[in-house]
């Protein structure tokens, strides 16, 4: 069975503090705080899913109206936990997909159904840091692999208005390569 992981995300730091006090008393889940923008924070839970399960939910009821947005996943897909660390090592490929999202949760759920969708490798998840609370995700592979997994990702984010934008460049330039290292 697979790690579950919850997420929430907040426009206060200082609930953002009170949220994770109240997961933690909630329920016995592992957590991180993160500051992702100006303004706003995350809350990173690990554990068994009815933990997380019970943690997200006294979170969200505490954050009220300050919650941006929060999410579940249960089994996750193990190249997220990596692409959100920014582990994988960026070498040319073949083809380049990149996912933007309005949110982290987004960007972080659509990473998982990418690498379920499709063999490809996640390079990188990146939540928020410097993109006003968006989310990106940069993902390689075959061509035909990047464009199933890519696609099967953008679908739900139309259906729910969180896709900024969503590309796939079947032979990225070598110097596109350097910049994502």
């Known amino acids: 069975m697979g790690i579950a992981v919850g997420l929430i995300e907040l426009k206060s730091l200082a609930r953002g503090i009170m949220v994770a006090d109240s997961c933690l008393k909630a329920a016995p889940v592992e957590l991180k705080i993160r500051t992702t923008c100006p303004g706003k924070s995350l809350i990173i839970l690990s554990g068994e899913i009815s933990a997380v399960t019970s943690a997200v939910e006294h979170g969200v ?46 960007a972080i759920k659509a990473a998982d159904t990418a690498a379920k969708a499709a063999l490809v490798e ?12 968006k989310g990106v995700v940069i993902l390689t592979g075959s061509v035909g692999a990047v464009r199933a997994a890519v696609n099967a990702a953008t679908l739900p984010l139309k259906e729910k208005g969180e896709l900024v934008d969503a590309v796939v460049i079947p032979s990225p330039h070598p110097e596109v390569w350097e910049q994502l290292a």
């Open 61 to 106: 009821t505490t954050g009220g109206v300050t919650v941006v947005s929060s999410l579940i996943l249960g089994n996750l897909h193990p190249g997220v936990l990596s692409g959100l660390a920014g582990v994988a090592a960026v070498t040319p490929k073949g083809a380049l997909g990149v996912l933007e999202t309005f949110s982290v949760t987004a």
């Open 122 to 133: 996640l390079l990188d998840i990146r939540p928020a840091y410097g993109l006003g609370g």
